[in-house]
């Protein structure tokens, strides 16, 4: 089945630096690409996603690359800001079989 | 426009017990995922539902099991409960089964097996 790695498990940044965080996946089928946001006490929320047709993918300060050659996606956060500060989880799926990394914890300081 | 609901938000059980977690998908879903969400962990994939028929399994047991009603809203069971099964239950829902379709997720229920 999929596998899908997530790099570095925790990430500290000063406020207005830019934040990048890795994903590696196992299965050239996998398709569809999330990355959600997680809060404390909260349910994952979606920030940005990416399908295996498009290499590039950008909303104002996000953005989400792909490589598919390589099996690896990364999410850029850029002039980040203290409420970006949450746990990020990437997500690689083959149908609706959705598989998920271990998580980013993200800490931007003031 | 209501998101994804999910009751209760928390429950503490003693192994053995049997749970019964629910979830009502957005407004206009027809389709409910389940994963189980251990701390310090990302989600794993349980089980889907849609047109009120399990689609789609990940890797657990028997013991976990759901079902989907007409008004497109979801339960899951747990059976037997074991200590491992304490996490946090996500509840996500999206449009069809289409691969690749956006899955949202509700706020989940913490449970604690004791």
């Known amino acids: 089945g999929e596998n899908v790695e997530q790099h570095p498990s925790t990430l500290s940044v000063q406020e207005g630096d830019s934040a990048v965080i890795k994903c590696t996946y196992s299965d050239s089928a996998s398709n569809y690409f999330p990355w959600y946001k997680q809060e404390l006490g909260k349910g994952p929320q979606l920030i940005i996603d990416i399908r295996s047709n498009v290499g590039e993918k950008k909303d104002q300060r996000i953005a989400v690359t792909l490589n598919k050659t390589a099996k690896h996606f990364s999410l850029h956060i850029t002039e980040t800001q203290p409420e970006d500060s949450a746990v990020y989880f990437c997500a690689a799926s083959i149908g609706n079989d959705m598989r998920f990394g271990a998580g980013t914890r993200l800490t931007v300081k003031p | 426009d209501a998101g994804v609901t999910q009751s209760p938000t928390h429950l503490i059980k003693t192994r053995g017990q049997q749970v019964t977690l629910r979830c009502s998908p957005k407004?206009?879903?027809?389709?409910v995922s389940w994963y189980q969400q251990a701390l310090g962990q990302g989600p794993q994939f349980i089980f889907q539902?849609?047109?009120?028929?399990?689609?789609q399994r990940g890797n657990f047991p028997d013991r976990f099991s759901g079902h989907q009603f007409p008004n497109y809203s979801s339960e899951l069971n747990v059976n037997a409960l074991l200590l491992g099964d304490s996490a946090l239950y996500l509840c996500?829902?999206?449009?069809?089964?289409?691969?690749?379709?956006?899955?949202?997720f509700g706020p989940g229920t913490r449970l604690l097996v004791l």
């Open positions: 996500a829902s999206s449009l069809g089964v289409r691969a690749g379709e956006t899955q949202y």
């Open positions: 539902y849609y047109e009120e028929e399990e689609r």
């Open positions: 407004s206009g879903h027809d389709t």
